[in-house]
């Protein structure tokens, strides 16, 4: 049997032999095995066939064989009289896909001359135009692909061929008429580019056109699982390319593109919008001058009334890419495009403020941002107006509206020449600016206007500030003595203007002067720190009136050019305040604006090249306060949380010290430079006095600031058992004790080697300490639990799966079971000590470990569990949930949900109930299917926690309860929450409760709290907007 | 409501709300609702035939809100509080072992009524049928213009909200609409112990009693509701509200 007929037998049953069977021929072909003449022989009769199907199937062996025979083993005379035999069947109807195929193996085997080239494509046109009657698009596609290789290979033969016969290219073009298949069009719109871009189309142009622009606008949508990957969006881009691709266009696409800009359908809209402004920039000035202003007529509405925000965003860019196209060209161009555009605008600001001057406002500053050239004809063209009709202006509100436009062609200038920190795209020419020649007069009007108007014009001020802060930035404009003039007006009013309202202008001001420090760093250090510092006392009197003089300096920390003398001027300022005993308030105060500047400042303490120096000065002399004796220790560092405060300012400033500094430090963690040994103080010494115990919330930040490497005053263990028994003692204050345990926490996270974590806890858990002991349970055993606890779960101890259950065991203890269960939030609570940067070890999966092995558990415990101890259960889930990421929850949902909704039944137990509800909420956005067969009960729960007291009489704890009150923050998660009802459940589930919801709800608009009213009213409206088909009574 | 009278009061109520406006401009009114058109057809009609095109609008910071309210307490120190979160809320310092003092009694402490402000913030953020902006920035609604009364006798629950819209041309066909808007959200925000009168404000428009005359009639006020396009539009109006 030949290959031939063997391969006409696979090509149904099996196609994968079929071509195996083409490959061996091929093989053979090139072996010698096989003569050509041979092959075609065989084919012969089935060419000559009756069935088309089988012609067509013999082509495609023949395509399939060419394809695999290697290079080089086809002769050119032997490429050549198979090139010419397969055009020959291209006649026959059957089979034009291999043809193609075939033809393109040919070409890949070998390079042809024009003339060859020539007859492919004439021989296509004559035998298969136009293309479309080809049903498959199986068997158009390879045609199409063939004749984009040949456009992209034999460019000149093409060309010549168009120019030797002047009807080619109108058969060309329709040839491809009527394609509808995204795959073939993605094909015919890069074929077409090219005579679109490189021939002499001539009155062709037409024709060219609507062939492409028959598609506009797409409106293709992928089939779900599409598996050529095709989008909307590729088919768009090709299309754009094509319309854009030549100036002869322009006749035919602008007005087309204009006519569909009617559309309404904002999609649409959205592609003309974005094919105009890539035409406008392909097309070329010279073109461009005739369509000018026929597109700013259209476009300018899309501005003037905004359909959407977007559209009239791409109209803008239009607006702006015909500009920069003009500018390219002759003066003159130009000129005519703008003067209308300028005098519209000008027109439109008379009336100012309405929504067209804020829309022309607009436009200028698009138009203005454009070119140099551009930025000058606007201003020399709007300026004057806008100053005289200001000056001239008889209302505050008209002054602002104007005011406005004058900012925003500032704020053109800056992006245009940029500022003084580096140039903008008009490069080094800011010599030619012609704001110059406006900038005394807008300066005089804008310092002014901050200075002179009432404080109750606070949008008026806003205005002008905001219009000096960009006239300071454009490049090199104002000289030193204008900025400086800005600087001290916005130095008065952060120090010294009453203040008004939400203080706006005060916070703008004193971000306009950070900005200015960005850019002009010097001037503001000399001009604007003097005044400040003046305004802040060496010792304070009654006056608070140095706070917002104080944070309004921290502030300009955030800018690094000024950082350094921020923390420097603020650390003297807090010497020189001890020395003279200031306050303790002032001090505190001195105090967050140090730790404040030094955790926004740009540079951050940590990798400031000054923090050998800020450790030395900041930290090392804070520290010797803290336990001195003398005079050097302020009053306030006998409050704790002014030492909490000090210890963090270490803290940022130790944790970037080197290993040598750190271990150093650590030897004095405890004794801080009193020169006593750390055996007589705390935590070593027994029966210390309270006032000693106190710098150990110092030593737990210098703690949590170590490296793990860092070496501890002595051996872990000894130091974990010293501190559990240390903070058992009653005499302890709240901080010190609270600060005792994290500093456990901390020892356990970072100290304890990998190797030891499993069996750390065993000291404790062991008799005498025996920690887990029901019997010995009390509140601070508790904490102790938690605080150990907290530090394994951070670093998923392989400890937690035995340690779990016994934790979860003392939740039924009758006293202290509610105790231990309001811990269970301190598990995952995020926390500011062990963290990361601190150099803790924090595993990635934490949580849902602490998730699987906990909750389950609670959820059987809580099943068997007696009535009395329940909420224990509950309170203690709340705690986990409370931090849980809702996608670990979200998968385990389910059976939580009857264990929520009886947390909504508790008594007094708030943060248990807003956690619950809060998880409602999340459930009900992301899997709203779970909850709605429970759609009743929580319903009516939510009901219930919306009004202070609950109408419903409580099953278990009788009159007495009854007189728990909901607090706000509860009554208004519950409404929050159910008002996501509607949106998110079947409107068939709801319907038998929305009568019910709306009328219950007008208890909650009367609510004593402002909030809760608010969102009453939220959650009525989408109650009573839901569908109201079927409520016919 | 049985279905039949129902569906009756429907067919009728587009020819009963149309009658009673009086003026020539309101005719445009009964076009701007025909019973049959869809929304699309009547946005467009409106789009085509703004009586103002370009309304004078006012910048968001200075409309009335609570936070400018200088009655608002102060910070005493007169700072921003820009230091208080300095120390996380989350730190090793809150001990949930002690349960909060802050009882709910303390945080319900006192009352914060209804007032003026509440009343403009309900109403300020419906849009304008014709315009993609609030009634507050097109001063359409204002708050000087907004007045509770209190009950009229001690026995009495009932106080009187009174607002007064201010249209922004005076022969606005549209008024009717934006009153009916303002009407039916506070009928539907605020509790039933208040009645709720909206007129248009004297002389700020050409036919100010008829209009009136509609806003304050239950009757046709209830039978304009129940016409299903108009009450697409207002739901359109109400969509800004949050």
């Known amino acids: 049997m030949s290959d031939i007929q063997r391969y006409l037998l696979d090509y149904d049953k099996n196609k994968s032999d079929a071509v195996e069977t083409a490959r061996q021929s091929a093989m053979r072909l090139q072996r010698g095995d096989l003569k050509l003449l041979k092959l075609i022989e065989e084919m012969g009769e089935f060419f000559n066939s009756e069935d088309a199907q089988i012609r067509a199937k013999t082509m495609a062996y023949l395509a399939e064989v060419l394809a695999a025979v290697p290079q080089k083993v086809l002769a050119l005379q032997q490429r050549n009289v198979l090139c010419d035999f397969v055009l020959s069947r291209i006649e026959d109807s059957a089979g034009l896909g291999y043809c193609a195929r075939a033809l393109a193996a040919l070409e890949e085997r070998g390079k042809w001359d024009n003339d060859r080239v020539k007859t492919v494509v004439e021989t296509l046109l004559e035998h298969t135009h136009p293309l479309r009657e080809y049903k498959q698009q199986s068997e158009r596609y390879p045609v199409l692909r063939l004749i984009d290789t040949l456009m992209a290979r034999y460019r000149d033969a093409l060309r010549s061929l168009h120019e030797s016969s002047p009807d080619f290219l109108s058969r060309f073009i329709l040839y491809f008429d009527g394609e509808k298949d995204p795959r073939n069009l993605m094909v015919v719109f890069s074929i077409l580019r090219v005579p679109m871009v490189e021939w002499n189309v001539g009155s062709d142009a037409q024709l060219l056109f609507d062939s492409v622009f028959n598609y506009f606008p797409i409106t293709f949508r992928p089939p779900p699982d599409d598996p050529y990957g095709i989008t909307a969006q590729d088919l768009k881009d090709r299309l754009r390319d094509c319309i854009a691709s030549t100036p002869a266009f322009a006749p035919y696409a602008f007005p087309a593109l204009l006519d569909k800009l009617d559309s309404t359908s904002m999609n649409t809209k959205r592609d003309v919008l974005h094919t105009i402004t890539a035409s406008v920039t392909a097309y070329g000035p010279r073109t461009m001058s005739l369509y000018s202003i026929t597109l700013w007529d259209s476009l300018k509405f899309e501005i003037l009334n905004v359909q959407e925000e977007d559209l009239a965003e791409e109209a803008l860019n239009g607006l702006a890419a015909i500009a920069k196209t003009l500018s390219q060209g002759t003066p003159d161009q130009l000129n005519t495009y703008l003067k209308p555009i300028l005098k519209e605008c000008n027109e439109h600001m ?31 063209g709007v300026l004057p107006q806008l100053l005289r009709l200001f000056q001239t202006a008889d209302t505050i509100a008209k002054r602002r509206g104007l005011l406005e436009v004058l900012v925003q062609l500032i704020r053109a200038n800056v992006q245009l020449y940029g500022d003084w920190r580096s140039v903008g795209p008009a490069g080094e020419s800011s010599s030619s600016n012609a704001l110059a020649q406006a900038q005394d007069q807008a300066l005089n009007i804008l310092l002014g206007g901050l200075q002179n108007v009432p404080v109750k014009e606070v949008s008026f001020r806003m205005v002008c500030l905001d219009g000096l802060l960009q006239l300071v930035k454009v490049r090199q404009l104002l000289n030193d003595d204008d900025i400086v003039r800005n600087i001290e007006l916005l130095n008065t009013i952060v120090i010294h203007e009453e203040s008004y309202g939400k203080d706006e202008v005060k916070a703008a001001a004193v971000n306009a002067l950070v900005e200015i420090a960005h850019q002009k760093p010097q001037a503001v250090v000399d001009k604007a720190f003097p005044a400040f510092m003046a305004q802040l006392p060496d010792k304070d009197g009654e006056s608070l009136a140095y706070v917002p003089v104080l944070e309004a300096f921290a502030k300009l920390a955030n800018e690094e050019k000024v950082f350094e003398t921020v923390v420097l ?9 001890v020395q003279q005993e200031a306050s303790s308030r002032y001090l505190v105060a001195l105090l967050s604006a140090l730790l404040f500047a030094l955790n926004t400042g740009p540079g951050k303490a940590e990798q400031n090249a000054q923090t050998a120096l800020y450790y030395h000065d900041i930290a090392l002399p804070l520290l010797k306060r803290v336990s001195s004796m003398d005079g050097s220790h302020p009053k306030a560092f006998n409050d704790e949380s002014t030492l909490d405060l000090v210890g963090r300012i270490c803290s940022v400033i130790i944790r970037a010290q080197p290993a040598e500094v750190q271990n150093e430090l650590a030897l004095e963690m405890y004794t801080l430079f009193r020169g006593v040994p750390q ?59 609270l600060a005792s345990l994290r500093q456990i926490s901390l020892l356990m996270n970072k100290y304890i080697p990998t190797s030891a974590v499993r069996t750390c806890m065993d000291p404790l858990i062991k008799p005498p300490i025996d920690l887990f002991s029901p019997e010995k349970l009390d509140p601070n055993r508790i904490r102790v639990i938690f605080a150990c606890l907290k530090a394994l779960v951070l670093r998923n101890s392989p400890s937690l799966p035995s340690l779990y259950p016994k934790l979860l065991s003392l939740l039924s203890n009758p006293t202290h079971g509610d105790a231990v269960a309001r811990g269970f939030t301190t598990l995952l609570q995020p926390d500011d000590l062990l963290t990361k940067p601190n150099h803790c070890q924090i595993s990635g999966l934490h949580k849902q470990k602490t998730f699987a092995l906990l909750v ?36 385990e949902v389910t059976p939580l949900v009857p264990l929520l909704l009886q947390s909504l ?14 998880t409602f909420t999340s459930v009900i956005q992301e899997r709203p299917k779970v909850v709605e067969e429970h759609a009743g009960s929580l319903i009516a729960r939510l009901l219930d926690n919306s009004t202070p007291l609950s109408s419903r009489p409580t099953p278990s704890q009788g009159g007495a309860a009854a007189q728990v009150v909901t607090p706000p923050s509860v009554r208004a998660a519950a409404l929050r929450c159910l008002a996501l009802i509607p949106t998110h459940f079947r409107h068939e589930v709801l319907l038998p409760y929305r009568r019910q919801v709306v009328k219950r709800l007008t208890g909650a608009l009367d609510d004593r709290k402002r909030e809760v009213r608010s969102f009453a009213v939220r959650c009525r409206t989408t109650w009573l907007g839901m569908d109201e088909v079927g409520d016919d009574d | 409501m049985k279905a039949s009278s129902h569906s009756s009061a429907r067919n009728s109520s587009a020819v009963r709300w149309a009658p009673h406006v009086t003026a020539v401009r309101d005719d445009r009114l009964h076009e701007h609702f025909p019973r049959t058109s869809p929304l699309s057809a009547l946005i467009n009609t409106m789009d085509i035939d703004k009586e103002n095109a370009n309304p004078t609008i006012l910048n968001p910071s200075d409309l009335p809100s609570r936070r400018t309210d200088s009655s608002i307490k102060k910070r005493e120190d007169g700072g921003t509080g820009l230091f208080d979160d300095l120390i996380p809320s989350y730190t090793y310092l809150s001990d949930p072992f002690e349960r909060p003092v802050a009882s709910s009694d303390s945080e319900d402490g006192y009352a914060e009524d209804i007032d003026e402000q509440e009343v403009y913030d309900l109403i300020s953020s419906i849009s304008d049928p014709e315009h993609p902006l609030s009634l507050g920035s097109l001063a359409v609604v204002n708050l000087p213009d907004i007045h509770i009364l209190p009950p009229t006798s ?28 303002v009407r039916v959200r506070l009928e539907q925000a605020l509790p039933p112990r208040f009645r709720i009168d909206v007129r248009i404000k004297k002389g700020t428009h050409s036919t100010d009693d008829a209009v009136n005359k509609q806003l304050g009639d239950k009757e046709r006020v209830a039978a304009a509701l129940e016409n299903s396009t108009l009450m697409d539009v207002i739901r359109k109006m109400h969509s800004t509200c949050d």
Request: charged share 20%.
């Open chain 1, 569 to 577: 001027r603020l650390k003297n300022k807090f010497a020189t305040a």
């Open chain 1, 905 to 918: 039944d508790l008594r007094g137990e708030d943060l248990v109930k807003e956690a619950a509800i809060s």
């Open chain 1, 679 to 737: 055996e007589q103080l705390p935590p070593f010494g027994n029966n210390t006095p309270a006032e000693q115990t106190k710098p150990m919330v110092v030593s737990t930040h210098l703690l949590s600031s170590f490296r793990r490497d860092t070496a501890l005053p002595c051996e872990v263990q000894l130091l974990i058992s010293t501190l559990v028994d240390f903070s058992q003692q009653d005499s302890l204050s709240r901080m010190v004790r």
């Open chain 1, 856 to 891: 389950p558990s609670i959820t059987q415990s809580f099943r068997e569990a007696d009535s009395a101890i329940k909420p224990n259960y509950l309170i203690a889930l709340s705690g986990i949930l409370k931090w849980m990421p809702f996608e670990i929850v979200v998968e």
């Open chain 1, 350 to 380: 008379e009336d100012a403020p309405t929504k067209q001057s804020q829309a022309s406002a607009r436009i200028l500053q698009k138009l203005a941002s454009v070119s140099a050239d551009v930025n000058n004809f606007v201003l020399g």
């Open chain 2, 154 to 181: 001690p026995q009495s629950p009932i106080s009187t909200v009174l607002v007064e819209i201010t249209p922004t041309v005076t022969h606005c066909s549209l008024a009717t609409v934006i009153g009916l808007g």
